[in-house]
């Protein structure tokens, strides 16, 4: 048994990995950061496989293929996990930041899903999970083009889902709130540790929960009773003041300046 797991070196990726370990799979783990992923391989025995690689680049996702054609790996369950935001002005980011974050968080899961989703589908079996997140549901101003790039992965998510269903293959949206890794230091750098929210989970809470609702053929996963009681709630709200209070919010955070 064989999957594929991106983001693999920290955080929810690497719990996933761990987990999907422990059921047994032999786990191809990408991510940039190699020392983290050979650390991996050794805490789970071999069973995930080390294979860095820079996904927001051109040609990674042929290059995650022919890593596992090579060795004649079918991939049963893909994850689609790595992926970066950057708080701020959206006026201030870069054009090749912003497009490294759209390579990675939109074109590189949308093309491995296209890539492993053509192999599941011909065998009539296969898991797909997309780690979008609770930002993918509302419009984030000063996070802007990281929301835009998740409510991408849901969208993709739950098309696919339809798509892919009648061939035995199932596709999950995992759309967590807050979790506690590494993210928001990396996407934010005046992050406070006193900013941590009181709801915040724990990776292996995050990881679970998701496996666990794409073994089960569920179309979305939001772990936590407040994630989903906020989801519920922006259903009804109109758009216009969602992202005017999350505005506020940010701007109360003096993430504008
Ligand atoms: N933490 C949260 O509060 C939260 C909430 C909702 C959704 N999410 C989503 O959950 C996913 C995992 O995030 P996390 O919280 O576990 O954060 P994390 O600890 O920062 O993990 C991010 C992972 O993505 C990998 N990655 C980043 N850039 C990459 C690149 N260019 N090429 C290959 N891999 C790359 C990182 O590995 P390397 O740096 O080694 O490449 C790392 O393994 C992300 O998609 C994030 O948007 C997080």
Same mark, same amino acid.
Request: hydrophobic fraction near 40%.
């Given at each position: 048994?064989?999957?594929?797991?991106?983001?693999?070196?920290?955080?929810?990726?690497?719990?996933?990995?761990?987990?999907?370990?422990?059921?047994?799979?032999?786990?191809?783990?990408?991510?940039?950061?190699?020392?983290?992923?050979?650390?991996?391989?050794?805490?789970?025995?071999?069973?995930?496989?080390?294979?860095?690689?820079?996904?927001?680049?051109?040609?990674?996702?042929?290059?995650?293929?022919?890593?596992?054609?090579?060795?004649?790996?079918?991939?049963?369950?893909?994850?689609?996990?790595?992926?970066?935001?950057?708080?701020?002005?959206?006026?201030?980011?870069?054009?090749?930041?912003?497009?490294?974050?759209?390579?990675?968080?939109?074109?590189?899961?949308?093309?491995?899903?296209?890539?492993?989703?053509?192999?599941?589908?011909?065998?009539?079996?296969?898991?797909?999970?997309?780690?979008?997140?609770?930002?993918?549901?509302?419009?984030?101003?000063?996070?802007? /083009? #990281?929301?835009?790039?998740?409510?991408? &992965?849901? @969208? !993709? $998510?739950?098309?696919?889902?339809? =798509?892919?269903?009648?061939? +035995?293959?199932?596709?999950?949206?995992?759309?967590?709130?807050?979790?506690?890794?590494?993210?928001?230091?990396?996407?934010?750098? /005046? #992050?406070?540790?006193?900013?941590?929210? &009181?709801? @915040? !989970? $724990?990776?292996?809470?995050?990881? =679970?929960?998701?496996?666990? +609702?794409?073994?089960?053929?569920?179309?979305?996963?939001?772990?936590?009773?407040?994630?989903?009681?906020?989801?519920?709630?922006?259903?009804?709200?109109?758009?216009?003041?969602?992202?005017?209070? !999350?505005?506020?919010?940010?701007?109360?955070?003096?993430?504008?300046?």
């Amino acid at each position: 048994m064989h999957a594929l797991v991106t983001g693999a070196s920290s955080g929810i990726g690497r719990e996933i990995a761990r987990q999907l370990s422990q059921k047994g799979y032999t786990v191809v783990c990408c991510a940039r950061t190699e020392e983290a992923l050979s650390a991996l391989s050794e805490q789970t025995e071999g069973l995930c496989l080390p294979f860095a690689v820079d996904l927001a680049e051109q040609g990674a996702s042929e290059a995650v293929q022919a890593f596992c054609l090579e060795r004649g790996f079918c991939i049963e369950v893909l994850v689609n996990c790595a992926g970066f935001g950057a708080v701020g002005h959206h006026v201030r980011h870069t054009a090749g930041s912003l497009a490294q974050m759209c390579r990675l968080n939109v074109n590189t899961p949308s093309e491995l899903c296209s890539i492993f989703g053509k192999g599941m589908r011909d065998r009539g079996r296969g898991f797909i999970l997309n780690v979008s997140s609770v930002a993918g549901f509302m419009p984030i101003p000063y996070f802007a /083009n #990281y929301s835009a790039s998740k409510a991408f &992965l849901c @969208s !993709l $998510s739950d098309s696919l889902h339809e =798509e892919l269903r009648p061939y +035995g293959v199932y596709v999950c949206c995992l759309s967590p709130g807050p979790v506690r890794t590494q993210f928001h230091v990396r996407s934010n750098p /005046n #992050y406070a540790d006193d900013e941590k929210s &009181l709801f @915040s !989970l $724990s990776a292996e809470e995050v990881a =679970e929960a998701g496996l666990r +609702g794409l073994f089960e053929g569920r179309r979305l996963v939001v772990p936590g009773f407040a994630n989903r009681c906020i989801i519920w709630l922006e259903r009804f709200l109109p758009r216009p003041l969602v992202s005017r209070f !999350l505005a506020l919010k940010s701007e109360g955070r003096k993430l504008t300046d």
